[in-house]
């Protein structure tokens, strides 16, 4: 006779114990602030549980850390402790953390340490560097969720398959073989498809800044635990801002590369096989420098010869600098034409245009073909099979959807069969046909930038908001236009929201509903002291680039 199927709370309770248990008991904090007690966790606050040590290791970038690791200077496991320890500070303090494998990492920090007094050289370029991993990531010894209750205890929601915590994804593979030390994977929302991070085994994953609102989704857990330091650098990935949403509202730097750039090979993702708009795996960090690292090394790997998707094109250094004397030359999105931005939002495109053109540099404003279209053919391609994909997976358990997911992949929302091959090729014809039209655009602005090029890169925001109220009214048009040009584009972080300055104007006159109901969402009270990010465009497939001008920019902003 069949065990008899135990109901979706008691899995989901027994999930999240072994989350919070796997954290040693002298790394437990002994009580916890309520969000409206200590809205902002970062900084000091979370230092206090540290040691002098362990602070300069867990707030050192990615370069530094390899460096010191290679050298001797720290050894890999020292490192993979001062991590696992901040890390399991975080979880407690925001709720990102789906799972954690301390101690294997701590065996594979030892192996490498080992290694290095041996060899007298480091295995590869990310010697001894944690790496954090979004719950898309299969790594042998642990289970992947996505989020989902129904995925407990299976490999991807099917039992009995052999690859049950055995399997890994081609990524994690190719990091091991750099040298990386893999320590946790970080919380998503169930599907991965909302710009907010919550799932029926965690709950909710605040923003650390700032409490009273989110860190932000798909790849949530890694904003959080990165904006902590928690780690030094993680991978998430982005179909619709997913990278970029939760670096912005973190105050990091989140690359969203083209489709094919580096290997999605063996990753689990809602609506697999929809190819019409890939979803991307990038790296978030608090440096660009540690942005480049990843890249660069992973790159190193020649994953195209592992993963039919990539291209082959290895790092073009070339590509990656910026003369001193190059005359370089910029565009602003100021508005959509949907939404309006908040007014920190707003303030921060006018610091960064602002001192861009005190260098000298030339910015125009960027009047592209209606986003609309474009954004209509992603959105289409999201519901091909009318959520039948996502809600067989939430039918695994019997949970229910959170209302984030509920309003885009509601039953009641996509009654009736899915949509047929015809049209699926007319969307892709549209989005083709898009494409080129904001291609030949882009080719157009030589005749204003004054170089006798095209813009070099766009200045736009991530979202209308610096972070999102929890289960507030999104717009993914800012990030979204991106995924459906496939454009390459990381963040910036430009500011923190100031109560004093960043007041509501006035004189605002919505656009419509839409414009209006995100408007009424911000409250400066509430938001003050949130990070607020913007993102630079570039065309597809220009990385290097766009990371280039991101550390340029980014040395503007701070000198």
């Given at each position: 006779?069949?065990?008899?199927?135990?109901?979706?709370q008691?899995?989901?309770?027994a999930?999240?114990?072994?989350i919070?248990?796997?954290?040693p008991?002298?790394?437990?904090?002994?009580?916890?602030?309520?969000?409206?007690?200590?809205?902002d966790?970062?900084?000091?606050?979370?230092r206090?549980f540290?040691s002098?040590?362990?602070?300069?290791?867990?707030?050192?970038?990615a370069?530094?850390?390899?460096?010191?690791?290679?050298?001797?200077?720290?050894?890999?496991?020292?490192?993979?402790?001062?991590?696992?320890h901040?890390?399991?500070l975080?979880?407690q303090?925001?709720?990102c953390l789906?799972?954690?494998?301390?101690?294997?990492?701590?065996?594979?920090?030892?192996?490498?340490?080992v290694?290095?007094a041996?060899?007298?050289?480091?295995?590869?370029?990310?010697?001894?560097?944690?790496?954090s991993?979004k719950?898309?990531?299969?790594?042998?010894?642990?289970?992947?969720?996505?989020g989902?209750?129904?995925?407990?205890?299976?490999?991807?929601?099917k039992?009995?398959t052999?690859?049950e915590?055995?399997?890994?994804?081609e990524?994690?593979?190719?990091l091991?073989?750099?040298?990386?030390?893999?320590?946790c994977?970080?919380s998503?929302?169930?599907?991965?498809?909302?710009?907010?991070?919550v799932?029926?085994?965690?709950?909710?994953?605040w923003?650390?800044?700032n409490?009273?609102?989110s860190?932000?989704g798909?790849?949530?857990?890694?904003?959080?635990?990165i904006?902590?330091?928690g780690?030094?650098?993680?991978?998430?990935?982005?179909?619709?801002?997913?990278?970029?949403?939760p670096?912005?509202?973190?105050?990091?730097y989140?690359?969203?590369?083209?489709a094919?750039?580096?290997?999605?090979?063996?990753?689990?993702?809602s609506?697999?096989?929809?190819?019409?708009?890939?979803?991307?795996?990038?790296p978030?960090?608090p440096s660009?420098?540690?942005?480049?690292?990843?890249?660069?090394?992973?790159?190193?790997?020649e994953?195209?010869?592992?993963?039919?998707?990539?291209?082959d094109m290895p790092?073009?250094?070339?590509?990656?600098?910026i003369?001193?004397d190059?005359?370089l030359?910029?565009?602003?999105?100021r508005?959509?034409?949907?939404v309006s931005?908040?007014?920190p939002?707003?303030?921060?495109?006018?610091?960064?245009?602002?001192?861009l053109?005190?260098?000298?540099?030339?910015?125009?404003e960027w009047?592209?073909?209606?986003?609309?279209?474009?954004?209509?053919?992603?959105?289409?391609?999201?519901?091909?099979d009318?959520?039948?994909?996502?809600?067989s997976?939430?039918?695994?358990?019997?949970?229910?959807m959170?209302?984030?997911?509920?309003?885009?992949?509601?039953?009641?929302?996509?009654?009736?069969?899915?949509?047929?091959?015809?049209?699926?090729?007319a969307?892709?014809?549209?989005?083709?046909?898009?494409?080129?039209?904001?291609?030949?655009?882009?080719?157009?602005?030589?005749?204003l930038?004054g170089?006798?090029?095209?813009?070099?890169?766009?200045?736009?925001?991530?979202?209308?908001?610096?972070?999102?109220?929890?289960?507030?009214?999104p717009?993914?048009?800012?990030?979204?236009?991106?995924?459906?040009?496939?454009?390459?584009?990381?963040?910036?972080?430009?500011?923190?929201?100031?109560?004093?300055i960043d007041?509501?104007?006035?004189?605002?006159?919505?656009?419509g509903?839409?414009?209006?109901?995100?408007?009424?969402?911000y409250?400066?009270e509430i938001?003050?002291?949130?990070?607020v990010?913007l993102?630079?465009?570039?065309?597809?497939?220009?990385?290097?680039?766009?990371?280039?001008?991101?550390e340029?920019?980014?040395?503007?902003?701070?000198?």
């Amino acid at each position: 006779m069949a065990a008899e199927k135990q109901p979706w709370q008691t899995l989901a309770k027994a999930k999240l114990d072994s989350i919070n248990e796997s954290i040693p008991i002298n790394w437990r904090l002994p009580s916890l602030p309520r969000n409206e007690e200590r809205r902002d966790v970062t900084g000091d606050y979370v230092r206090q549980f540290l040691s002098k040590e362990e602070i300069e290791i867990t707030e050192a970038v990615a370069p530094t850390i390899v460096e010191s690791t290679s050298t001797g200077h720290w050894t890999a496991e020292i490192v993979a402790r001062a991590f696992c320890h901040r890390a399991s500070l975080a979880h407690q303090l925001t709720n990102c953390l789906h799972d954690t494998f301390f101690n294997a990492a701590i065996e594979d920090a030892k192996s490498l340490d080992v290694y290095l007094a041996k060899n007298r050289k480091p295995k590869g370029p990310l010697h001894g560097l944690p790496v954090s991993l979004k719950d898309q990531f299969h790594v042998k010894g642990v289970e992947t969720t996505m989020g989902y209750v129904g995925w407990l205890g299976t490999f991807q929601g099917k039992q009995g398959t052999g690859k049950e915590r055995v399997f890994e994804s081609e990524m994690v593979q190719e990091l091991r073989d750099l040298g990386a030390v893999l320590y946790c994977k970080t919380s998503v929302p169930h599907t991965l498809m909302t710009g907010e991070t919550v799932n029926n085994i965690i709950g909710y994953t605040w923003n650390p800044k700032n409490r009273n609102l989110s860190c932000g989704g798909s790849s949530g857990g890694e904003g959080a635990l990165i904006g902590l330091r928690g780690s030094p650098v993680g991978l998430g990935t982005d179909i619709g801002g997913s990278i970029r949403i939760p670096a912005a509202f973190n105050g990091l730097y989140g690359l969203r590369p083209s489709a094919g750039r580096l290997p999605y090979q063996g990753m689990p993702n809602s609506m697999d096989g929809q190819n019409s708009v890939l979803s991307v795996v990038g790296p978030i960090a608090p440096s660009v420098s540690s942005l480049q690292l990843l890249v660069k090394s992973l790159l190193s790997r020649e994953p195209w010869l592992h993963d039919p998707l990539v291209h082959d094109m290895p790092w073009r250094d070339e590509k990656a600098v910026i003369s001193k004397d190059q005359k370089l030359s910029f565009a602003v999105l100021r508005h959509d034409g949907v939404v309006s931005l908040h007014p920190p939002v707003k303030r921060a495109v006018e610091i960064v245009i602002e001192r861009l053109e005190k260098q000298g540099h030339r910015i125009i404003e960027w009047k592209p073909p209606a986003h609309k279209p474009g954004l209509d053919t992603l959105f289409a391609a999201w519901t091909y099979d009318n959520g039948a994909d996502v809600r067989s997976a939430f039918e695994l358990s019997g949970e229910p959807m959170a209302p984030q997911i509920a309003s885009l992949y509601g039953a009641e929302l996509h009654a009736g069969p899915p949509k047929d091959a015809t049209f699926i090729a007319a969307n892709n014809v549209a989005r083709r046909e898009y494409q080129k039209e904001y291609m030949e655009y882009w080719n157009s602005t030589a005749e204003l930038t004054g170089t006798g090029k095209p813009v070099d890169i766009v200045i736009a925001p991530v979202a209308p908001v610096a972070a999102g109220r929890p289960n507030g009214v999104p717009w993914y048009g800012y990030s979204g236009i991106v995924n459906a040009l496939d454009y390459t584009a990381c963040t910036l972080p430009v500011t923190t929201v100031d109560k004093s300055i960043d007041v509501l104007d006035s004189s605002f006159q919505p656009l419509g509903d839409l414009d209006k109901s995100i408007m009424d969402q911000y409250d400066p009270e509430i938001y003050d002291g949130a990070h607020v990010g913007l993102q630079l465009i570039g065309r597809r497939l220009q990385e290097e680039k766009v990371l280039a001008f991101t550390e340029y920019v980014a040395g503007v902003l701070t000198a």
